[in-house]
């Protein structure tokens, strides 16, 4: 079975998805009054630097966070037009782009036919996508409008779709660089309705204009603050480096795999055959993975390494790896799957040349379970998961306002569970 399955897929009711879905966004206002996490206050620093002018504000900013001033600069324009506090401009940025991603996710799901609003709300429910979506932070919203870009891409037959989507892609790229490694999902729609060559034209606009937007906010940077891309403190804290590349990829498709569950585990042993020998390769993984160096970044289990020790999560995540790598060997029929795979597998292997850490992964992780459903009979445990879902983020709220934000200072690397 390839991206797009067969008819019988579709869901029994073009009004039941987008009416599920709408709840969905709806309920994330909840969201909106949870306690704010230590991280926010970066950027909420940020955007009052844009109603006030004032610079210290934002070299606050620039030495506690690595991102653009994008995501505060909306916050900010958002608070201004609303008349309400940066702090909820910034989380409005989120639930905006909540909505926005439920809607670019519904269109592509039901472009490839695997089996309706369930999948959808399975991704939109799980815990690393929703919690992050009720932050105002950089994490979400480069991810919402990046796969709302894809799905008016894949779904463009004109210049006018083509404009658009390169626009909206743009703008999540500036929103976070992280985005432009989803620039090759823009030509692999699962569908034949375009040809080659629109798909290679389509992908260059999206490239030029993404380029030329960049290019434009780092000129401005520039002037203003003297730097290219982001502050020379995290050009050092986040630059490129060959150390631990090995074990960040091995962490980085664990922990994808351990995110995109049961989606993944249910695709690796989809096949019968060799179900043993796949359980063996799993168990010798982990084995391996007690001997791999420790990850640098935030590759680790939190307060869970402090009680089980930190090698516990080394073994899990290389255990987990092996299913990573098996369950996107599960029935790659057309070029159109392989280069799916390949652009999975290059988005954990280049990120993994840099300081590492799970929330990255929100940009893949919706692709990645897109992919995986296309493969097997996700609607079987679909329900399940989404009242699973429901439930952990019921107790990540609870906890949220109970425990309340970590110190700032506690933030990041310098976290010490």
Known sequence: ???????????????????????????HLGTLWLPFVNQESAFN??????????????QA???SDANTLVLAAVGAALAHVLGISVDWGCRLVSLIGFAVMAAGLHAIVTQARIGGWLISAAIMLNPLIW?????????FPPMAFALAAIAICWRAQGPAMVLAGAGVFAFAAALKYHAVLLLPLIALAPTG???????????????????????VYNVAVFKAFGFWLTAPKWVTEHGLTTQHVLTNVVHYGGFLALLAMPFSLQSTMADPRGRMLKLAAIALAGLVGA??????????????????????????????FAVFVLSLLNQPHT?????????????????????????YLIFMLPFYVVYLSARIEARRFAAVLVALCIALNLVSAV????????????????RRW
């Open 335 to 359: 070029v159109r799957d392989r280069a799916m795979i390949g652009v999975i597998a290059l988005f954990v292997v280049v990120l993994s040349f840099s300081r590492p850490a799970q929330r």
């Open 193 to 215: 309705t375009q040809s080659v060559k629109f798909r290679g034209v389509m992908l260059g606009i999206v490239v030029a204009l993404t380029g030329c937007v960049l290019a």
């Open 399 to 414: 906890t949220q306002i109970y425990f309340r934000p970590a110190a700032s200072e506690n933030f990041g690397a310098a």
């Open 1 to 27: 079975m390839s991206l797009s399955a067969s008819a019988h897929d579709r869901s029994p009711s073009r009004h039941a998805g987008p009416f599920a879905l709408g709840v969905l966004v709806v309920a």
């Open 291 to 320: 001997v791999l160096p420790s990850s640098s970044g935030e590759m680790n289990f939190g307060p869970f390494d402090r009680w089980v020790g930190a090698g516990v999560s080394g073994v899990v995540l290389a255990g987990l």
């Open 61 to 63: 900013y620039f030495e």
């Open 131 to 139: 919690v992050f979506a009720g932050r105002g932070t950089a994490d």
């Open 45 to 58: 620093s940020a955007a009052r630097y844009f109603q006030t002018g004032d610079a210290a504000l934002v």
